[in-house]
């Protein structure tokens, strides 16, 4: 596969996960702000913001159905809901022929829907997630249905995984952790709809309950959020599927270079995987979801390195 | 005006019983009635009916199909033949307009027929007129001895832009020059075809001879499948094929790239068809790289060695090092590559020196000088402006000529002097005299007219219009040529201007058997 392709198909997925994860951000908060809060309006959407990395040209003004209509339909900001469908439009564009007619008639679809017409600050905000979020799935399934599971795929896998386990491990680290300190559910304590926010923005609400039943403990949050082996949106399970991918793209093509790629996945992978969450809280939450985001971004520039702008004369000599 | 299926007269809805081609004796058809209801005929010839009002026999199976099939299923078809196209993303780009608009390619749903015996007659012409030009090229980039021998003037020849001087003296594999090439031909009032020009750089146009042809088959199978009509289909094979014979020597499992100009091209949609269809790699110039005159392309698998490239980008723009240093749609260092044998480039270098408006006028010489031959199909009458005689009859004559700029394609920089008014004529004329080598005059020709579906789906009616033709060669170890092509129409009553960039659409071409 061609190496223009490859970054494509990673770029295109990358903003599609992020689109995704937008669309949650804003859905969560913009109901939560509507409730009564011991965060304030100006803390929540700021933390909104320091979650989504603190993206170029979005600020805090003070009015938050002006940063929430900003965050779905700033075509300009890559950051907003809208702006990330139309990158990955434009990368899906240049690669026509190497993703299936379904996923490309989807995405067409859902960029039609965004940018056909733009509502009035404050209007539709109620059904755009909602509908962006039906359409999203739905290109999940086409690209997991039509297209064949190879080397493209793979690389949209990894596209996905990178850009999840960054945000969630971001988000993670926007909050404050203490063991010491328990959630009452009490009516006085709105600290509780918090967590459950935190829960609900990584769509995690009903499945931890499953777990755990709906008794919420900072460890057992934290723990289902970033330790959880099952649970698609952890930041262990998208490691995971990084990891396999990477095996997968290794074997295909052949190519013994991405050594260090491995070493750096798989030990990522296995901090992870062995990993107690006693630990995580007694040595500070902060540092290590910070840790695991550095570790996503070199194994991001690794990739670059060994699969899509290699060097001529070291291409040369293998 | 108005009619519906319901009023279709009782005679037509009788005679579609079982036509089989040729099958009826000819009679004049009543024009007034009907889908034909807005005919007409004058001294132009008409594809499908012949001088004394008559169908002519191959057209007849089509012409009661069509007649027998009422309005509300016409329209349904048409429909879903629109669809079919849309969501495939056929599409062309137009130039000029801010950003390039993209825009479904204007298609006709009643296709233009050509007997096997006219055919033939087409087929054998541009064999001839290919490898002659062929021989031109290998020999003008060499010996030079029909510019020695005085058959061809040496200035029309190196005051050509797109003379390369850059590729004296290289032999090219198998001497093949032009491995692709699209002929526009038109069919003149007393029923012969013309060659109007040929197009030997980067030809486009065959993704949708091809996908016009798979819609056609889809919304008539019957008609096509009792006309015997000759497949078109392997075109995508053969032209694999004409490449992979074209390989540089020792490089018996060669890799062939498509080489385009990306995403905003006009054609790009051509692009990604063709690519997919031969099932070979649609790289950009930033997908290869140049090392020891060896071009490679990025592969996730490391570097891959490319053998042949078809590209679809001009000589001006391939190569920043050797040509145009401000493109960046090409790849530094690739024509010394190519100098060096180690990749070969479909169509080659400077080919475009054979399509120049003012060469054309030689083309009949070049023919008969290499392969003392009479050419089979005639070229339009030209008139060269270096030629103080001719450019004096010229211009006392400028309002019935066509006057064309001889580096322009597609239709832009032309004077049509029926259609133009005196400040255009004047502004023209100082053109010339500017430049006198820049531009050719032609007579306006009345070319022929087939009939075309006309309405939007509200009361259709057939109607004639200017088509031309354009069938596509292909020169690897053999020469062939794919028994269709591009029928262009211009849509618009009266107009002669077939290219897509003026309004112009398509029809399908059905090349049969008998």
């Known amino acids: 596969m061609l190496s223009r392709v490859a970054d494509s198909l990673y770029w295109m997925s990358r903003y599609l996960e992020r689109a995704e994860h937008t669309v949650r951000m804003l859905e969560v908060n913009f109901s939560m702000t509507l409730d009564p809060s011991s965060t304030s309006e100006e803390g929540r959407w700021k933390r909104v913001l320091a979650a989504l990395g603190n993206p170029e040209g979005l600020e805090w003004t003070g009015d938050f159905y002006a940063l929430a ?92 995984a990178i850009e999840r386990a960054t945000a969630i491990a971001t988000l993670i680290g926007v909050f404050e952790w203490d063991a010491s300190e328990s959630i009452s559910e009490g009516a006085g304590s709105q600290q509780f709809l918090e967590w459950i926010g935190l829960l609900r923005c990584c769509t995690a609400f009903e499945s931890y309950c499953n777990l755990y039943t709906a008794d919420l403990t900072q460890p057992q949050i934290l723990q289902f959020l970033l330790l959880n082996k099952e649970f698609p949106h952890s930041v ?70 060994d699969y899509i702008h290699y060097k001529v004369h070291v291409a040369l000599s293998q | 005006m108005t009619s519906s299926a319901n009023e279709l007269p009782n005679a037509a809805v009788e005679s579609m019983g079982s036509a089989t ?44 199909t069509f007649s027998s099939v009422p309005e509300e299923e016409l329209a349904r078809r048409k429909h879903s033949a629109d669809i079919s196209f849309r969501t495939q993303g056929i599409t062309f780009t137009v130039y000029g307009n801010q950003e390039g608009t993209e825009r479904i390619f204007p298609y006709d749903m009643l296709p233009r027929i050509i007997t096997g015996a006219e055919w033939d007659r087409i087929e054998r012409g541009l064999i001839q007129r290919i490898t002659a030009l062929n021989l031109f ?44 090439t699209g002929t526009d031909l038109l069919r003149l009032n007393d029923g012969n075809f013309v060659v109007l020009e040929d197009n030997l750089r980067v030809p486009s146009g065959v993704s949708y001879m091809l996908t016009s042809r798979r819609v056609m088959k889809r919304a008539f199978p019957q008609t096509f499948r009792s006309y015997g009509v000759r497949p078109i289909e392997h075109y995508p094979q053969v032209l694999l ?14 890799t062939i790239v498509l080489l385009t100009p990306g995403v905003y091209n006009s054609a790009y949609f051509e692009h990604t068809y063709l690519a997919r269809q031969m099932g070979i ?28 490239i078809y590209r679809r980008v001009d000589d001006d723009f391939i190569d920043p090092l050797a040509f145009r240093g401000d493109s960046i749609l090409g790849v530094a260092g690739l024509f010394n590559a190519y100098r060096a044998g180690n990749v070969t480039l479909a169509n080659a270098f400077g080919t475009g020196l054979a399509d120049d408006k003012a060469l054309y006028a030689y083309v009949p010489a070049i023919i008969r000088y ?18 103080p005689t001719q450019r004096q009859h010229a211009f006392a004559n400028l309002q019935n000529l066509v006057v064309k700029a001889v580096g322009e394609s597609g239709g832009y920089g032309m004077l049509i002097g029926p259609h133009s008014t005196k400040e255009q004529q004047a502004e023209f004329r100082a053109r010339i005299e500017a430049n006198p080598r820049n531009y050719i005059a032609q007579p306006t020709l009345n ?68």
């Open chain 2, 447 to 514: 070319f022929s007219r087939s009939p075309c579906l006309m309405g939007d789906g509200n009361e259709p009616s057939i109607e004639p219009r200017h088509v031309d033709l354009r069938p596509y060669i292909l020169y690897g170890d053999k020469v062939t040529v794919v028994p269709g092509g591009l029928t262009r129409v211009a849509l618009r009553k009266g107009s002669l201007v077939v290219n897509s960039s003026q309004g112009g659409g398509s029809k399908d071409t059905w090349v049969l058997h008998a």
């Open chain 2, 241 to 254: 094929s004409a490449l992979r014979s074209l390989a540089p020597e020792g490089r018996p499992e060669p």
């Open chain 2, 370 to 387: 290499y392969l003392k031959e009479d050419p089979i199909l005639p070229n339009v009458e030209t008139f060269l402006m270096t030629d």
């Open chain 1, 69 to 160: 209509h900003a965050l779905a339909f700033e075509r300009d900001s890559r950051a907003s809901i809208t702006g990330c469908i139309a990158a990955a439009r434009e990368n899906a564009r240049q690669v026509r022929e190497e993703i299936t007619s379904d996923q490309w008639q989807q995405l067409n679809r859902m960029y039609h829907r965004v940018t056909d017409e733009v509502p009035q600050k404050g209007d539709r905000l109620d059904e755009f997630p909602a509908a962006t979020l039906n359409e999203l799935h739905l290109f999940q399934g086409a690209t997991d249905t039509s297209m064949s599971h190879g080397e493209g795929w793979h690389f949209i896998q990894i596209g996905r």
């Open chain 2, 137 to 180: 090229l290998g020999d003008v980039y060499n010996d030079g001895k029909i510019l020695r021998d005085g058959f061809v003037p040496r200035e029309i020849v190196y005051s050509c832009p797109h003379f390369r001087r850059e590729m004296r003296g290289l032999q090219v594999p198998r001497n093949v020059y032009i491995a692709v």
């Open chain 2, 21 to 64: 081609p040729g099958s009826r004796a000819s009679a004049p058809v009543d024009l007034s009635n009907g889908y034909l209801r807005n005919y007409f005929l004058d001294q132009a010839y008409d594809e499908m009916f012949d001088s004394g009002g008559n169908v002519r026999s191959h057209y007849r199976l089509l012409l009661d």
């Open chain 1, 236 to 305: 262990r399970y998208s490691i995971d599927q990084l990891r396999w991918a990477l095996m997968a793209l290794q074997e295909g093509s052949g190519r013994l270079v991405a050594e260090e790629l491995s070493r750096v996945a798989g030990r990522l992978q296995a901090s992870l995987n062995f990993c107690e969450i006693s630990e995580v809280m007694a040595q500070g939450v902060r540092p290590y979801v910070h840790n695991i985001s550095q570790q996503c971004r070199h194994i991001h520039s690794l990739i670059y390195r």
């Open chain 2, 281 to 308: 790699e649609l790289v950009e110039g930033r997908d290869l790289v140049i090392h020891d005159n060896i071009v490679y392309m990025r592969t996730t698998a490391g570097l891959k060695r490319v053998d042949v």
